[in-house]
């Protein structure tokens, strides 16, 4: 009785979860014109797929086992079920028929349906099988599962659209390359660096040097900054040069943590 009212509630939330991710995702397509809903690397690792629905179930399904063990072991969602399964298995389901994606992953309404039901299904086989699990399996799991998904994102991932950057062109290379080792040094993850690069290096092959891009490379810019600043890279960097850290450094990162 408790696993048909598990199952009965993950297709309402299932249902309403895929379909504001699928319509988000496919918004996001026509931004700035539309305004989007959606992260910034949901658009990337769906444009990275290029249409090929092959490649966008896998790169669902990499990080679905991620998001299973984090269910089974933790009992809760990662924010991949909305980011990256949910929209590509929803683009996956709608290339199959139409590889053209202008009227299939670009299509809100199209999105918002496949989304709907890649979400039942998904929410629906999360929350049961965490459920039904016994206690000991879900341990096992979780030893097995969390190991495999974090090479998947820390390793293989930034491989991939590390390659995809350099095989754009060398100014598209260059500067994947440059915010990729960045983002690796202060996020610990060097794909949001590498796609960042991908979107500046593209944008002046198309555009130039345009106040569009410009705006682009400063809030890029800006973003390093700031993301360094609150995760304590300046200070970790001090430290590695066995310098010791200013008092006013010391205060000034005491007034933004909260302790």
Known sequence: MDLIVILFKSVIIGGLLGFAAGVGAARMFHAPQTQGLGAFRTLGEMNAAEGDPASHFSFGLGFFFNAWASAVGAGAFTQDVTHRIIPNWAAAALLVKD???????????????????????????????????????????????????????????????????????????????????????????????????????????????????????????????????????????????????????????DVFTVK
């Open 99 to 253: 590889k053209d994606v202008t009227k299939t992953m670009h299509d809100p309404k199209k999105m918002g349906i496949a989304g709907a039901i890649a979400g039942i299904i998904t929410v629906g086989f999360l929350n049961s099988t965490a459920a039904a699990i016994p206690e000991s399996l879900q341990v096992t799991a979780v030893a097995v599962l969390v190991p495999a998904a974090t090479i998947l994102i820390n390793t293989v991932m930034p491989v991939l659209f590390w390659l995809a950057a350099l095989d754009a062109g060398k100014r598209t290379g260059f500067w994947g390359t440059l915010f990729g080792g960045l983002s690796q040094l202060v996020m610990g993850n060097a794909v949001p660096g590498v796609v960042l690069g991908i979107l500046i290096g593209k944008g002046v092959d198309e555009l130039g040097w345009t106040r569009m891009t410009k705006g682009m490379m400063a809030a890029i810019v800006l973003l390093f900054v700031f993301s360094g600043f609150f995760r304590g890279f300046d200070m970790q960097l001090i430290e590695s040069f066995k310098m010791t850290v200013p008092n006013w450094l010391n205060n000034l990162h």
